[in-house]
């Protein structure tokens, strides 16, 4: 059944519960026959279950293209503009221009990072929770910046990591995320560690 068909649906279920309710509610306290409310749980949930598929194929666009395409103007179709962000070194921040700030760091040394699978993708009935797995990878190949103007030099070598991304969504865009990779893993494939 078509999406728009099944929107459809559920609005005439729920226009027509609302109509039962009216006039069940003025002959009695009951508010919806059982077999209305049944009919409203089965397209709520459809309507939930969408959600959730939008919320991944966002997601899926997120990390396929905005991030690894380095389209940052474009990170609002997916973030809320004051999203709280967890990463995997355990600091936080608040904010989506310092979260693209971040994310545009990992690209200074490593332009060609990129996450193109979502092995293990789901989230919970209503889209408010998605999880998500990837591998990020890429090659160290311009200098690392270390603060007070000094730089690692690049080792060109190549980094391939799982990662994984939790997302609390509210309104179409993430209000939080929680990063997770191996930092040591990260630094040891690309020779800033042994």
């Not at 309507?47 to 395409?69: E, M, Q, R």
């Not at 979502?118 to 929770?129: A, D, L, Q, S, V």
């Amino acid at each position: 059944m078509k999406k728009t068909t099944i929107h459809a649906l559920a609005v005439n279920a729920l226009l027509a519960g609302a109509v039962v309710a009216t006039f069940t509610g003025c002959s009695n306290n009951s508010v919806y026959s059982s077999e209305m409310q049944a009919k409203i749980d089965s397209m709520q949930n459809i309507l939930a279950g969408d959600t959730l598929k939008s919320h991944i194929t966002k997601f899926d666009t997120l990390d396929f293209v905005v991030f690894s395409g380095a389209q940052w103007e474009r990170m609002h179709e997916s973030h809320d503009k004051n999203i709280i962000v967890n990463w995997p070194d355990g600091h936080h921040t608040v904010g989506l221009a310092r979260h693209i700030a971040d994310m545009k760091a990992l690209f200074v040394y490593a332009p060609d990072t990129r996450i193109k699978i979502h092995p293990i993708k789901f989230g919970n009935t209503t889209g408010e929770w998605t999880c998500v797995t990837g591998i990020m990878e890429g090659t160290f190949t311009k200098p690392m910046p270390l603060g007070n103007g000094k730089f690692a030099p690049p080792t060109n070598k190549a980094f391939k990591i799982p990662m994984c991304t939790v997302g609390h969504w509210k309104n179409g865009v993430m209000i939080e995320e929680s990063l997770f990779w191996d930092n040591q893993t990260y630094m040891r494939q690309i020779g800033m560690s042994q």
